[in-house]
């Protein structure tokens, strides 16, 4: 909740329901299944079910069935997972979505979706026990808020290495989805082979 504004609740119900109403149909709205509804613990670790839930079809198909709430909880996910697997300087051309860009400035809309997501994970409810149904754990949603928080910080503390250091750069683009494969600053200028390597503690080297 904002200050000010009704609590939303996102209701998992809903997604099964949405799943079961177009089980038997023979055009699928969605990409849910009944393994993705109804994971078990194992199955709960697989990103590919997980991204058949956080789907920009299941957004569309729970906003037209009236679950408004829920689909802006997914829409909310969705977006975040959008922004930190960007691994491709024109995927968002390619793919005529904004949210695919690479964050190139430290006031980028990709850092302040970061920063929006942290907030609204920050003021959820954690809970333990009888309330743990209704509300992510406490140490999740610290660990998600923390994360958040984290890559925003990262993305604005080597952007600004990049223009400091550097010169003659028209621009950096900055890639969060390669952060654990290794390359993450790509500089655009011809002739210049500039890589930046994230190590584990996420200091910077230039070669």
Same mark, same amino acid.
């Given at each position: ?23 038997? &149909? ?7 299944? +009944?393994?993705?509804?109804? !994971?078990? !613990?194992?199955?709960?670790?697989? =990103? ?6 956080? &789907?920009?079809?299941? =957004?569309? *198909? ?9 689909? $802006?909880?997914?829409? @909310? ?16 051309? %390619?793919?005529? $979505?904004? @949210? %695919? ?12 979706? /970061? ?6 994970? $920050?003021?959820?409810?954690?809970? %333990?026990?009888?309330? @743990? !149904? ?8 610290? *660990?998600? &808020?923390?994360? *958040? ?7 604005? &503390?080597? /952007?600004?290495?990049?223009?400091? %250091? ?20 790509? +500089?655009?200028?011809?002739?210049? !082979? ?14």
């Amino acid at each position: 909740p904002v200050i000010g504004e009704p609590v939303k609740r996102a209701k998992w119900n809903e997604i099964i329901r949405l799943e079961e109403a177009s089980r038997n &149909h023979i055009v699928r709205t969605t990409r849910l299944n +009944p393994v993705a509804c109804r !994971p078990s !613990p194992l199955e709960r670790q697989k =990103v590919s079910l997980v991204l058949d839930v956080f &789907h920009e079809k299941t =957004v569309a *198909a729970l906003q037209l069935n009236g679950y408004s709430e829920t689909a $802006d909880f997914v829409e @909310r996910v969705l977006n975040f997972w959008t922004v930190v697997n960007v691994k491709s300087p024109e995927s968002h051309i %390619r793919l005529n $979505d904004i @949210r %695919r860009a690479p964050i190139s400035s430290t006031n980028s809309s990709a850092i302040q979706e /970061l920063l929006s997501f942290a907030a609204v994970v $920050d003021r959820m409810p954690g809970g %333990r026990g009888a309330s @743990r !149904p209704r509300s992510l754990t406490t140490e999740t949603r610290k *660990a998600i &808020h923390q994360t *958040a928080n984290g890559l925003a910080d990262l993305s604005r &503390h080597l /952007l600004m290495k990049v223009s400091c %250091r550097l010169t003659g750069l028209r621009e950096s683009f900055l890639f969060i989805g390669k952060a654990t494969a290794g390359v993450i600053i790509y +500089p655009l200028i011809k002739f210049w !082979p500039v890589r930046g390597y994230a190590e584990c503690n996420f200091t910077v080297n230039w070669s």
